[in-house]
């Protein structure tokens, strides 16, 4: 946790956010025997190999941060004299020196306001990362919940048609009912139960998608729960619009790319001015020859020196600062491409969204109800032998199908409310 307020101070990005983060890979007890859609949804937080590596990239920009304010390492230097130099006090030998180079004022500082930019883009992205996996979660599992949903409809109308096909048997040994009932109840049982085979084959790709995305091979079947929530959205589409521009990781991300490649050109235009280098050197004399020797005999003479770069190719810098300039303009386009995307995606959602809404309460307020009551109607009527087989299958289909419709609409409307919320960057409360 400390770790995660140090790096909060450095790159100026909500604490809450970063424990969030951080908090991903704690001990937490392992996942119940039924599992929520919130339990898979932790569990791919912890778990996903995208989000561990996205997570991993940002720490190591963070690190990278006092890296780039940090100076340069000073130089060693030796050099030996092939001819020894005589002085008054002795012969030279060889030189010892070391010197520091320093930045001109502000270069330092700059390249770190870079670097930190640099930090807060991967940190978005990671947040990007996260809204994505836990979107893909969602979807994968409203798909799973919509086949389970098909296989059990399609088995209740298996059972319905076999009970049927043993009135129909009933009725062609009395002679009241044709030989075709019985071909055509057979016929419909048929492709039943290989629509049945198909939907129970589809499992095991959406399986080993949701093993992608929880990093977790020995996960070996999906729970889904009797239903799913209709939860409905209160706010209004300008809302979620505003909240969008506001809290967007991708829009954030490339907010932050203009900070850095703004630092950046402030960084190119001091590469006009010179650094510093400040140092000493120290020579090593022998004794002098002479006779008597002087007082000062062998004695190392100290030298303190200072350098400066000289930044002479001005056209080489020249091109630095414009090269700086353009990526700058480029930031700012991709940020306001970033943004017009994000709202048209936004509006694409919401039309997906209000669809599947109205579309939900068509089939369970009106639809339904009214398949219901004509497929009652209509296994009457072939009792009493007032319509033949094919009224009845079709009523039955029309249930079926209306109910499988139900479904779809319900499950198109949660992933649209999914997609919504990783737009927006934030859960969206009913």
């Keep these: 946790m400390n770790r995660l307020i140090k790096q909060q101070n450095i790159t100026g990005i909500s604490l809450t956010v970063l424990v969030t983060v951080g ?25 996903n190999a995208g989000i561990r590596s996205a997570y991993h990239q940002w720490e190591a920009a963070v690190e990278q941060i006092a890296v780039a304010k940090g100076w340069p390492n000073p130089s060693l230097s030796f050099g030996y004299f ?14 010892v020196g070391l010197t520091q180079m320093i930045p001109w004022f502000g270069k330092l500082g700059t390249q770190g306001k870079v670097q930190t930019a640099q930090s807060e883009i991967l940190f978005h992205r990671l947040q990007q990362k996260r809204l994505a996996v836990e979107s893909q979660t969602k979807l994968v599992y409203y798909d ?46 048929i492709n039943l139960k290989d629509d049945l085979k198909s939907l129970e084959g589809k499992k095991r790709p ?35 619009l505003k909240m969008a521009l506001g809290n967007n990781p991708g829009l954030l991300a490339a907010g932050s790319l203009v900070t850095k490649q703004t ?3 402030k960084r190119a235009r001091l590469e006009y001015f010179p650094d510093f280098g400040l140092g000493v050197d120290r020579i090593g004399t022998g004794e002098s020859e002479n006779s008597p020797p002087p007082t000062d005999s062998g004695k190392d003479p ?21 090269s700086a300039k353009y990526k700058k303009i480029a930031a700012q386009e991709f940020k306001q ?28 307020d009106i639809l339904i109800p009214k398949s219901l009551e004509s497929l009652g109607a209509s296994e009457k009527a072939y009792i009493s032998d007032e319509v033949d087989f094919l009224t009845l299958v079709d009523a039955q289909r029309r249930y079926l199908h209306f109910s499988l419709k139900y479904e779809k609409s319900l499950v198109d409307f949660l992933k649209s409310r999914s997609k919504l919320e990783t737009l927006i960057g934030n859960p969206i409360g009913s």
């Design 82 to 95: 092939l001819e020894n130099v005589e002085t008054a006090v002795g012969p030279q030998e060889y030189k």
């Design 263 to 265: 630092h950046a050109l």
């Design 302 to 322: 100290m030298v303190f020196k200072v350098s400066l770069s000289l930044p002479i190719w001005l056209g080489k810098n020249a091109k630095t600062v414009r």
């Design 144 to 189: 799973y919940y919509f086949l389970e949903k098909a296989i059990e409809i399609t088995r209740q109308n298996i059972d319905l048609v076999q009970n049927w096909e043993w009135v129909v048997q009933s009725k062609y040994k009395t002679a009241i009912s044709s030989h075709l009932d019985v071909i055509k109840t057979q016929i419909e049982l």
């Design 23 to 47: 908090c991903l890979w704690a001990g937490d007890p392992p996942m119940p025997t039924e599992p929520t859609l919130d339990d898979y949804v932790l569990a791919a937080q912890k778990q």
């Design 206 to 240: 959406l399986l080993q998608k949701f093993q992608e995305i929880l990093n977790d091979t020995t996960l070996s079947t999906v729970f889904i729960g009797d239903s799913l929530e209709f939860l409905t959205i209160s706010l209004e589409k300008t809302q979620l």
């Design 337 to 364: 491409s970033v943004e017009n995307t994000l709202l048209t995606n936004i509006e694409n959602v919401w039309y997906d969204l209000t669809e599947a809404e109205r579309k939900f309460n068509l089939y369970k």
